[in-house]
């Protein structure tokens, strides 16, 4: 896939404003698509939208294939007859300035259960029609999720590898007993399911009609408390008991000196592919029903990947192992036709991540906070940049532009990005927007800190930081219509005003 030349902005829907503690799929999120098409961009690049499992990471999801409820928006609930206006009037009041998760998870799922209840006592008739549908159509994966939930649930959050054996080991006949026990409790996490992908559709077809697409992302793997995981354990390396023999992570880098342990489990890549690659082929399918395009996060271990021993505490002590390479996306595009892939290639990349990123055509990516390293000449840097790539200012990973520039950078860089941009940086997130905008790369994206010229203290996420992160809300004031035209007006400049891919 190659993208006409377009820009994008990188805002996670919790972000969103709105009365009840976290950004949703409401009226604020639709708002938010009037203002991207106000501002001239194209794309609306998001985080993965799971279930978010430890640290409330969405990179560490108790599903691949489910969607998050925390984002289910009680308005439009309540517009589809499902909770009334004294269930939102009981609202507690919320910090409009981060996400306070411990407060805001149990409220909107109470919500829910509100909901469900009202739905099973007297069920609105269309809205019941489309329930059964969708429990239809997604029958391969939601029974699975919807009973991992029910039970961890009744197990106070607990890793399935702690349950009783026999459901943590899926023996039918206790499957059978617990789910004729607990009917109800498996329905309500159907329902659940339903009222996020009802309202994620929605969406994405007001996008659609407002010539923006959505570019999500997939990340290479899943978390080992994971309905995933738990179902599938032959596809993963683990022991009996279900825990991991080795775990990912990635080796120092410019993120961490003691690199990445992520602590996944990985792949058993000889029997995926000895599958056919079957369930990445329904993890891909899954995630393309829901964005136009997608982030392939980590792309560099499918080229090789970092394998650090179980019991590890960092993840230097690990190992390159060969990953599945192009025999995967071979069984992907054979069955899914063309794959509308960015390649997420930033960290330690070699000679075969390229070679795999270029012989699939895949588009890389540019971050222009590593750009200006004095020491040597970036990839990164604007001259040295292609068509066929992504640049950003900065990702979910990165410091916002302005908190990078007043305290990550080191003063060699600052002088760099100075003599480079011929001023004093005094509106640095401007001038690196406007370096962005003007790249050769086909897709220009800006996260919306960086639009609103914010500081270190909105930064989405700190690597290798487990607590603290995922928070950043934003506040009306940074949806001005100021800002929107601002953009527009650079978008313009730069010829960056396409909506489709080539």
Known sequence: MTFRRAAGVLLHPTCLPGPFGIGDLGPAAHAYLEWLARAGASWWQVLPLNPPGLGASPYAALSTFAGNAALVSPELLRRDGLLDAADLAGAPTFSPFAVDFDRVVPFKEALLVRAFERFVASPPAAVAARFEAFCDANRAWLRDWALFAALKRAARGGPWWGWPEELALRRPAALAAWVSAHEQAVRLEEFRQFAFFSQWRELRERAGALGIRILGDLPIYVAGDSAEVWANRELFRLDGHGRPLAVA??????????????????????????????????????????????????????????????????????????????????????????????????????????????????PGMAVLQFAFDPSGRSEFLPYRQHRNQ???????????TVGWFLGDASPEEKEFVRRYLGGEGREIHWEMIRLALGSVADLAVVPHQDIAGLGVDCRMNTPSTPDGNWRFRLTDWMLSDALADRLAGLVTVYGRGGSACR
């Open 249 to 362: 992570g990635v080796p120092p880098d410019y993120f961490s000196p003691t690199g990445q342990l992520w602590g996944n489990p990985l792949y058993d890549w000889g029997a995926l592919e000895a599958s056919g690659f079957g369930w990445w082929v329904e993890r891909m399918r899954a995630v393309l029903n829901l964005v136009d395009a997608v982030r392939l996060d980590h792309f560099r271990g499918f080229a090789a990947f970092w394998e650090v021993p179980a019991g590890e505490a960092t993840a230097v002590h690990g190992r390159w192992v060969p990953g599945p390479g192009r025999a995967l996306f071979a069984a992907l595009r054979g069955a899914l036709g063309a794959l509308p892939i960015v390649a997420e290639d930033l960290g330690v990349a070699g000679e075969d991540v390229a070679a795999l990123r270029d012989g699939e055509g895949f």
């Open 390 to 400: 992504v640049v950003y200012t900065g990702t979910h990973d990165n410091n916002t």
